[in-house]
């Protein structure tokens, strides 16, 4: 199965549900602004998000707001990776170590992303990395994991 969201694509989202302005997604990413407005410009296009510009205190901040379309594309890549991870276990229970890893090269780039989705334990995800000897090319920012999202009240939506 081929997920309609890259990672890229997926971390963008998973940190614009978490509050995050475009600017503070560009500079947890290490993105130049133009870089992610490429990126932005997909997702809107696809109907996975709109872009807002909310008002603050000091001036104004772009910021992503997931449609009904992206939160169902988040919710197709957790059940996915849910049933996943439950098939891999189970092959992996039963000594089928070479199947698991086959199976699981399919879905590795994504794997990452399971605890953030609710699926699993992070722990259990890294152990699973580690053991079959996987290295994702692209794996979420520990902020997603780690620190928590600066909320802030705005006056009005523009």
Not at 77 to 86: T, W
Not at 101 to 123: D, H, N, T
Request: overall charge negative; hydrophobic content about 40%.
């Amino acid at each position: 199965m081929s997920f309609r969201l890259t990672p890229l694509e997926l971390t963008v989202l998973l940190l614009s549900e978490k509050g995050y302005s475009l600017k503070k997604i560009a500079e947890i990413l290490n993105m130049d602004e133009d870089m992610l407005e490429d990126v932005v410009k997909e997702l809107v296009e696809k109907g996975f998000a709109k872009e807002v510009k909310k008002k603050k205190l000091f001036g104004r901040e772009r910021y992503l707001i997931l449609t009904d379309e992206g939160k169902r594309a988040l919710r197709e890549v957790a059940e996915v990776m849910s049933n996943v991870l439950a098939s891999v276990k189970g092959m992996v229970e039963k000594g089928n170590i070479d199947g698991a890893r086959a199976f699981l090269s399919k879905y590795i780039e994504y794997l990452p992303y399971a605890p953030l989705l609710g699926v699993a334990e992070r722990s259990f995800v890294e152990s699973l990395i580690r053991k079959m000897g996987y290295v994702p090319a692209y794996a979420p920012p520990q902020e997603l994991y780690e620190e928590e999202p600066v909320w802030s009240s705005w006056e009005e939506e523009l």
